[in-house]
T-cell receptor, first 116, second 111 residues
Framework: DTGVSQDPRHKITKRGQNVTFRCDPI?????LYWYRQTLGQGPEFLTY????????KSRLLSDRFSAERPKGSFSTLEIQRTEQGDSAMYLC??????????????FGNGTRLTVT | DAKTTQPNSMESNEEEPVHLPCNHS???????IHWYRQLPSQGPEYVIH???SNVNNRMASLAIAEDRKSSTLILHRATLRDAAVYYC????????????FGTGTKLQVIP
């Protein structure tokens, strides 16, 4: 179990630029989640995948946000035309399907995005 | 999605037991109760979970009320490394629905 890894750990970008983050889940986990967290708040759900299928998206995920999980392995989260309000920590988590509700979510250490 | 309510902050003296409460009055019969903790600049870390019975692991104990509308995470001897934000969340049996985090309880451990 090598854990969930996210890349990059930090990203500073100028307003209007596009950014892409990557998440590598634990290899046998077929569920993958994206969350966003701002200072002093708990993680907010953005979207989740089962294998390559994106099954649910939050209303927080505007049309500037897109997530993919090709081949059901790693996932990418892209933000187009970034805005200062997008500055946050973006967290990825994965879990197993077997006994799903009883399985822990395994989180990565996040990508901290700063939009200047 | 079911919600949980926790106190914003709590304090504990080092080496004393800590009881962190969580209310989840709208819990459904098949929701699992999970606890996570988050250190600064890290992602949340799984602590423990349960369905109906009390649970123990190497990190903590989880006490679940008989009506399941509340639960308590118990750290038996707080250490400085336990200072973190603790989140109580509900995961449906199927696990396929989104999981909602509240603002959690920030635990301060006093040396």
């Amino acid at each position: 179990d090598t854990g969930v890894s996210q890349d990059p750990r930090h990203k500073i970008t100028k307003r209007g630029q596009n950014v892409t983050f990557r998440c590598d889940p634990i290899s046998e986990h077929n569920r993958l989640y994206w969350y966003r967290q701002t200072l002093g708040q708990g993680p907010e759900f953005l979207t989740y995948f089962q294998n390559e299928a994106q099954l649910e998206k939050s209303r927080l995920l505007s049309d500037r946000f897109s997530a993919e999980r090709p081949k059901g392995s790693f996932s990418t989260l892209e933000i187009q035309r970034t805005e200062q309000g997008d500055s946050a920590m973006y967290l990825c988590a994965s879990s197993s399907t077997t006994g799903a509700g009883s399985r822990p979510l395994h989180f990565g250490n996040g990508t901290r995005l700063t939009v200047t | 999605d079911a919600k949980t309510t926790q106190p914003n902050s709590m304090e504990s003296n080092e080496e004393e037991p800590v009881h962190l409460p969580c209310n989840h009055s709208t819990i459904s019969g098949t929701d699992y109760i999970h606890w996570y903790r988050q250190l600064p600049s890290q992602g949340p870390e799984y602590v423990i979970h349960g369905l109906t019975s009390n649970v123990n692991n190497r990190m903590a104990s989880l006490a679940i009320a008989e009506d399941r509308k509340s639960s308590t995470l118990i750290l038996h001897r707080a250490t400085l490394r336990d200072a973190a934000v603790y989140y109580c969340i509900l995961r449906p049996f199927g696990g396929y629905q989104k999981v909602t985090f509240g603002t959690g309880t920030k635990l301060q451990v006093i040396p």
